[in-house]
């Protein structure tokens, strides 16, 4: 082995070198993410975020789309060289590869991170939805309202539920949801 890499032209040994070195970091980045470790985990330290981040949270550079350039360019110039090409030939090629990994590993992970849920319900989004009434609404915005069930983000929910105006709604009537009334209550008319 060590014979192999003293034989080795000095271009043939940065490129091998920097492509096992990035081999190894991606390979150790994947296992500590399968040990949840987080997207970065161990590595955050070494984050350099300068892309602006979009909405899963991603910046364009991060250690997974670095060490990614880093893998296709010792690897794309290993096989440029290996392939009789001239250095500069073989760096070209080493760096357009490593730009197609960097982007490709930047557009995987960003819709992996996309898969992410936080389980918050958005009740705002329930504005203008039917709801069917559980306990009867009071009129008049009586104290104590009623409640209603409703499908927010695909999950049946049921919520504290008020009405303006006269007259009572009992449970199993359809309503509609015009505003909210606190964070987790709702302001409803008739249908």
């Known amino acids: 082995m060590i014979d192999w890499w003293t034989n080795l032209e000095t271009p043939l040994q940065v490129f091998y070198g920097i492509g096992v070195v990035a081999l190894g970091l991606t390979i150790l980045q994947t296992l500590l993410a399968l040990l949840g470790m987080g997207i970065d985990g161990f590595f955050d330290f070494f984050h350099i975020d300068v892309g602006a981040p979009d909405a899963s949270g991603l910046g364009l550079f991060s250690s997974h789309t670095i060490s990614a350039f880093f893998l296709g360019f010792g690897w794309g110039g290993v096989l440029g060289l290996e392939g009789g090409l001239n250095v500069v030939a073989a760096t070209l090629i080493g760096t357009g590869s490593g730009l197609a990994l960097m982007f490709a590993m930047f557009f995987m992970l960003r819709a992996l991170l996309r898969l992410q849920s936080s389980g918050n319900l958005e009740y705002g989004s329930a504005i203008g939805s ?30 504290s539920a008020r009405k303006r105006g006269a007259g009572a709604i009992a449970p199993g009537e359809k309503v509609r949801i015009t505003s909210l009334d606190g964070p987790t209550s709702f302001y409803v008319e008739d249908l």
């Open 130 to 159: 039917e709801a069917t009434v559980y306990v009867t609404i009071q009129g008049d915005n009586h104290d104590g309202g009623g409640q209603i069930q409703v499908t927010i983000q695909g999950r049946l929910v049921t919520a």
